[in-house]
């Protein structure tokens, strides 16, 4: 029989937020919440796949002390709602997120934007579909223990020969498509459970991050995490995001255990964003905002507030 999954504390004590309705571009509903201060500086949090806002647990609470912090369920995951088969796309992605900025910003007010693995993905197909709205919309961004593109060449799992890489990769691909799109049968949990803590926290993690992140994965609807799933193997796997309009300063935080998106992932992009703000490399797996959030937190912090200065001395 399963054991019990262990309690992770940050969740068990996340503060209220203020809901706020949003619904994207083909009218799907995006369960968003506001926290902290209603007249205080906004930053948009973006999370990753078969995930919730709830993993931005520790950064809500740290954040909304001094900020307004903004975070959303993607469609298919959370409260959102789980639309048809057809309307999942890293267009559908990108419209999400303006979606929410344009329902939670003032006219003219601009915000720093932070997305964790998918929600890293989220922000860059934002600026390549939106290139006008970054900088109506963004301070600046950040983009952790994400990549933009070849999704699955780096994946450390399984390691095999170079001469069959390529079988790797196509066999990673449709490991991941079944894995989010099956149902969590009672004989299959705890091998799902081992892969999913395995892929997603580094080897010195807290159990209770690897139970709370397992949780989130099992409480995603199976329609939702699958669809995301096949949208990310089959639009990324042999190709980049291009990060020309991604203009604004850009904090990059990558992990060295992360199996999931290694830290070369980070590297890349560090390398090829424009306005590089900083390149953070930290230890622990893939869940950095919960592996090593008081390390995440003050580099969120130090972003938001040089880009608060140098929008008031522009």
Known sequence: MPRRLLPYAPVETLPKGMPVLVRSSDGTRLHTEVFGPADGYPIVLAHGI???MRVWANQIADLSTDYRVIAYDHRGHGRSAVPKRGRYSLDFLAADLDAVLDATLAPGERATIAGHSMGGIAIQAWSQRYPARVRRCADAVALINT???EILHHVNFLPVPRALAAGRVKAGGQLLKRLGSAPLLPGSVQQSRRLVSTLAVGPNADPAI??????????????GRGAWARVLVDSMSSRHLRLTNLTVPTLVIGSRQDRLLPIRASRRIAA???????FVELDGGHCAILERPDEVNAHLRNL????RETRLSS
């Open 147 to 149: 990549t933009s593109g």
């Open 210 to 223: 690897a139970d709370f992140v397992f949780d989130l994965f099992a409480k995603t609807p199976p329609a």
């Open 50 to 52: 078969t995930c919730a």
């Open 304 to 307: 938001i507030e040089t880009a």
């Open 272 to 278: 090829d964003v424009p306005n590089l703000a900083s």
